[in-house]
């Protein structure tokens, strides 16, 4: 696909992002997805998973975990939180090609093709609900984050990790030239479709950050939502308590 067309279709994506679209971006990216994603964070998306794994070991208090990672992708947040003591991990995610992969690294977990805005799970289910890099790109953000809180039991909590776009104006400056020019060319040495790619920075600008994004959570119910930056402000974990 030509830079020019596959921008375009990023540029409409980020307007429409409807599943269909967002399964067939996953589904072409999945067989280079983890490396990208490491050499694109450098290596920095291993520490942003540990800290949602130390954020959510705090909140459980030795509660045995039984954890629903949405958007699981190729599974890496929710091998990350079968590290928690006593924990059962499910994955959810749209992309079969992603759980194909999700599921080669994780044979033991339980892994299932869905979307966030119609969790296939009972009311109260679950005691934490992770996503990483994936609320983004939900088609109805609300309606994802009121099924968070609805397979959530009572004292339950969600954790979201996104990119952040520093606030800062120096940081800021370099960040965004990180991402728009040398991200998806170097994404190209990688894989075929810089598509993907294309994509990321526009939904990453585009995505509600920090304060403008609590309201999702406390619209949905939760009644406590904070926010975390990390790493210079290139990233950021979302806390919500039911
Ligand atoms: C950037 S990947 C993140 C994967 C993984 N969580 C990680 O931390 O690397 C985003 C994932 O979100 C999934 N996704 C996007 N919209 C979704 C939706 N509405 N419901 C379920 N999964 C969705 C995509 O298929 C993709 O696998």
Known sequence: MATTDSTKIAESLVETKSHQHIQHMFDEVAPTYDLLNHVLSMGTDFYWRWRARQKAKSLLNHIEPKVLDVATGTGDLALEMTKLRGASVTGLDLS?????????????LEFRQGKAESLPFDDQTFNLVTAGFGVRNF????????????VLKPGGAAIILEPMVPRQAIIKSLYMFYFKSVLPKLAKLFTKSSFAYDYLPRSVEAFPQCERFLPYLTQAGFNKAEFYPMTFETAIMYVAVK
């Open 139 to 150: 088609e109805n953000l609300s309606k994802g984050m009121q099924e968070f809180y609805r």
């Open 96 to 108: 079969p090609e992603m759980l194909v992969i999700a599921k080669k690294k994780c044979p033991d």
